[in-house]
């Protein structure tokens, strides 16, 4: 069986706008997620293993995990 995809490591899968759940560097060994709103995307392939960067209003970067909405 494949491994399936999660929505958050596909690029075309996020947009400006939409609110998201990401995990920044600094909070990685503790898995402790951010919410908010898209403010620009930074990972420039279509699709990354650790989910896309982006940046949130507010000045928040790190990786995609949820997709609060579409």
């Known amino acids: 069986m494949e491994k ?13 706008g939409m609110r998201v759940k990401v ?3 600094q909070d990685q060994r503790t898995g402790r997620l951010s919410e908010g709103v898209v403010q620009d995307i ?3 392939s ?3 293993p650790h989910g896309i960067k982006v940046r949130l209003q507010g000045d928040i970067v790190g990786r995609v995990k949820e997709i609060s909405d579409k």
Do not use: D, F, M, P
């Not at 399936?4 to 400006?16: C, M, P, Q």
């Open 4 to 16: 399936e995809i999660a929505r958050g490591n596909i690029r075309t899968e996020i947009k400006v």
């Open 23 to 25: 995990i920044q560097k």
């Open 42 to 44: 930074l990972t420039n």
């Open 46 to 48: 279509s699709v990354h």
